[in-house]
Nanobody, 116 residues
Framework: EDQLVESGGGLVQPGGSLELSCAAS????????MYWVRQAPGKGLEWVST???????YYSDSVKGRFTASEDNAENTVYLQMNSLKPVDTAVYYC??????????WGKGTLITISS
């Protein structure tokens, strides 16, 4: 069974950093496009970042320059390094498998709270 398990969430002060991990099983992350999507309290889903199957990373304007997505093929894990965090980054972050056309398998998500 294909599975995605996020970890690394928690409470961080504004300006702080956090790294999320997404461990995949049942498939190889490097052969898919891997997405990070977030949902702030009371808001809709927001695309954050994508790593294509060619290893190219894309970012939304709201996180560009602050977040870095990466993959560890040996660990079959995707990471999201988040720096200079702001209260508006508070959300549940989901790791999602997909391809160029969309997403097909979601993790359960991990909550990030940015607050002093």
């Amino acid at each position: 069974e294909d599975q995605l398990v996020e970890s690394g969430g928690g409470l961080v002060q504004p300006g702080g950093s956090l790294e999320l991990s997404c461990a995949a099983s049942g498939f190889t992350v490097s052969t898919y496009w891997m997405y990070w999507v977030r949902q702030a309290p009371g808001k809709g889903l927001e695309w954050v970042s994508t790593i294509s199957s060619a290893g190219i990373a894309y970012y939304s304007d709201s996180v560009k320059g602050r977040f870095t997505a990466s993959e560890d093929n040996a660990e079959n894990t995707v990471y999201l390094q988040m720096n200079s965090l702001k209260p508006v980054d508070t959300a549940v972050y989901y790791c999602v498998r997909g391809d160029y056309y969309g997403m097909d398998s979601w993790g359960k998500g991990t909550l990030i709270t940015i607050s002093s």
